[in-house]
C-alpha cells in the first residue's frame, strides 16, 4: 500500500531520470486545483484566449510564452501528469511526489520555492555579517510603460541609479582607498501591491565598500548617510533618467524640464530607510524573501461569486484607502499576461564584488556567514573551499529540495516517518498505463481535472449588468481613484 503525502512534490524534468540528479519539490497547497487561481485559469483561460485573438486578429496579443507559463501551470502538483516515487528500503514505506511547473508567473508553488532557494543561498554563499542596506528606486508612471517593454533601458536606468549610489558610499566611507567596491543585488520587480504593471528595482546593497589591502580583505561601513544626502542622490539620479529618455527621443525637452517642475520629486523616489544590522541574519533573510516574492499571493485571492468575480485583499490599505481588488476572471488574467516574465528575462542581477569575474568575489563569498575582518573568517576560508568542492560534485545541489522541504514544512523527505531509515526514489513515472495502475488503489483521481473549451461572447453588453450581485457588506466600497505621482509602490 503507498502512504500518499500530499505535500511532497517533485519537479518534473527528464534529465533527472538519471540517478545522479534530483529535482526540487513543489511546495504548494495540499490540493491544487481546489484553489481559485487554478479554478481560474481551469475554466476561462480558453475563452480568455479566445477573445483576446478575436479582439486582435491581425497581431499576437498572447506571448508565447504567457501561454505556455499558463497551461504548465494546470499541470503542477498534479498527480495524475506523473509523479517521482519514494521508498524505504528498510521497512518499505512509500510515498509519492508530484512534479511542478517551474513557472515564474502565476504559480505561487513554484515561485515559493525560488523563493526560499535564492533566499537561503545569498544568506548562506553570498553575504557575509556586515550591515545592509535596500535601496529602492521608483519612477513616475509616464516613463514605465517604456522600461516594461525595453530590457536594455531598464538596464540602463538601473546602472544610472546604482552609479549614484555608489558614489554616495564612497564619500561616506572616508577612510576607505580609492580602489574599493560595493557589494549587493537588484531585483527587478515588473508588479505592484494591486496586481498592476509597476517597475521598480529593489537592491539590496551592502552598507560600506570592501577593499583589498595588505592586511588581508577590509570592510569600511558608511557613516552619516542622512536623510538629506539621499534626497540629494534622489535629485541626481532623477536629472541623469531625464537626459537618457531625451538622448534616446522618447521624451521631448520640453517635456523633461517639465517634469523637473512637478512636486514631491516628480514621481522619482530613492528610499533607503531599511537597513540590516550585521548580525541580523534572520532580518536580512526576511528582506531577500521580501524583494523576491512573487506576483501575487494566492492566500489573497478568494472567490465573491463562484466563476464569476474575484477578490484580492491587498497586503495593506493604500494611500486612498482601498484594501480589496475586485477582478472578473478575465480581468485578472489580463493582469497576469502583463506580469509574467519573459525568458532569460534575469529577475535579479549582481552588482560590484558580486558581479561576475570580479577580482574579489571568491574572498568575500568565502567569508559568508561570518565576519569580514575576524580570525574565524580566515580560519574558515580553506574549509569553505571545500565544502563549495563539494557543491560543485552536484551533491549539495541534488539535495537542495529536500533542504527546502525541511525549512518549510519542518519534513524531511529523505528520512522515513516510520523506521527513520533513508527514503531513495526508486523510479520516476510519467506513462499513462502506470500511473493509472499505482493511484487507483490509494484512492487517487488518474485522470487530470478537465479544461473548460471556450465560451461565446455574451449577445450584447446590456444583457450583463457588472454591478448586480455585489454583496457590498462583504468588501470595502470601490474608491474612487486619482492620478498621482506619488502612489507607494
Not at 487561481?37 to 496579443?61: F, G, K, M
Amino acid at each position: 500500500m503507498i502512504k500518499q503525502y500530499h505535500r511532497d512534490r517533485k519537479q518534473r524534468d527528464v534529465r533527472l531520470q538519471a540517478p545522479t540528479h534530483r529535482c526540487h519539490p513543489c511546495i504548494s497547497a495540499p490540493e491544487p486545483q481546489r484553489t481559485a487561481a487554478y479554478q481560474i485559469v481551469q475554466h476561462h483561460l480558453e475563452t480568455w484566449l479566445s477573445n483576446t485573438r478575436e479582439a486582435h486578429p491581425d497581431d499576437n496579443p498572447v506571448p508565447y510564452y504567457v501561454e505556455r507559463d499558463l497551461r504548465k501551470f494546470l499541470e503542477c502538483g498534479i498527480l495524475a501528469y506523473g509523479f517521482a516515487r519514494v521508498r524505504c528500503e528498510t521497512c518499505g514505506e512509500n510515498f509519492l511526489i508530484a512534479y511542478s511547473c517551474k513557472g515564474r508567473g502565476i504559480c505561487s508553488s513554484c515561485n515559493t520555492k525560488r523563493l526560499f532557494e535564492t533566499s537561503v543561498k545569498l544568506l548562506e554563499h553570498r553575504f557575509p555579517q556586515v550591515p545592509v542596506r535596500q535601496w529602492v528606486i521608483t519612477l513616475p508612471k509616464r516613463l514605465r510603460y517604456f522600461l516594461l517593454r525595453d530590457s536594455q533601458l531598464t538596464g540602463g536606468v538601473l546602472q544610472i541609479g546604482l552609479r549614484v549610489i555608489e558614489r554616495t558610499l564612497r564619500e561616506h566611507c572616508p577612510d576607505a582607498p580609492y580602489t574599493a567596491k560595493y557589494r549587493g543585488i537588484t531585483y527587478i520587480q515588473r508588479f505592484g501591491s494591486t496586481l498592476n504593471a509597476h517597475l521598480h528595482y529593489h537592491s539590496c546593497l551592502i552598507d560600506g565598500v570592501f577593499a583589498q589591502t595588505e592586511n588581508g580583505l577590509r570592510f569600511y561601513e558608511t557613516v552619516g548617510l542622512t536623510q538629506k544626502v539621499i534626497q540629494t542622490a534622489q535629485e541626481t539620479i532623477r536629472n541623469r533618467v531625464l537626459r537618457l529618455f531625451v538622448r534616446r527621443d522618447l521624451l521631448s525637452s520640453d517635456e523633461s524640464e517639465h517634469m523637473l517642475t512637478w512636486e514631491n520629486g516628480g514621481g522619482f523616489s530613492l528610499h533607503a530607510q531599511v537597513r540590516i544590522v550585521a548580525n541580523d541574519r534572520e532580518g536580512l533573510e526576511r528582506l531577500l524573501r521580501y524583494c523576491t516574492r512573487p506576483i501575487n499571493a494566492g492566500e489573497r485571492l478568494s472567490w465573491l461569486e463562484k466563476d464569476e468575480r474575484l477578490i484580492y485583499r491587498l497586503s495593506k490599505p493604500q494611500h486612498d484607502g482601498q484594501t480589496v481588488l475586485r477582478l472578473t476572471p478575465m480581468e485578472f488574467l489580463d493582469r497576469m499576461a502583463v506580469l509574467i516574465p519573459s525568458p532569460r528575462c534575469h529577475r535579479h542581477r549582481y552588482h560590484g564584488v558580486l558581479a561576475p569575474n570580479a577580482p574579489l568575489r571568491q574572498a568575500v563569498s568565502e567569508r559568508a556567514g561570518l565576519p569580514v575582518q575576524s580570525e574565524k573568517a580566515v580560519v574558515a576560508q580553506e574549509q569553505n573551499s571545500v565544502a563549495k568542492e563539494e557543491q560543485a560534485s552536484g551533491h549539495f545541489y541534488s539535495s537542495f529540495w529536500a533542504m527546502l522541504l525541511v525549512k518549510v514544512f519542518e519534513i524531511n523527505p529523505w528520512v522515513c516517518p516510520g523506521c527513520g531509515g533513508e527514503m531513495k526514489i526508486i523510479a520516476f513515472v510519467i506513462e499513462r498505463q502506470p500511473i493509472g495502475r499505482i493511484l487507483q488503489p490509494i484512492g487517487e483521481p488518474d485522470h487530470a481535472p478537465a479544461i473548460s473549451p471556450a465560451r461565446g461572447p455574451p449577445v450584447s453588453d446590456a444583457e450583463i449588468n457588472q454591478t448586480q450581485g455585489w454583496d457590498d457588506n462583504a468588501v470595502d466600497p470601490i474608491p474612487d481613484y486619482e492620478f498621482d505621482q506619488t502612489i507607494n509602490y
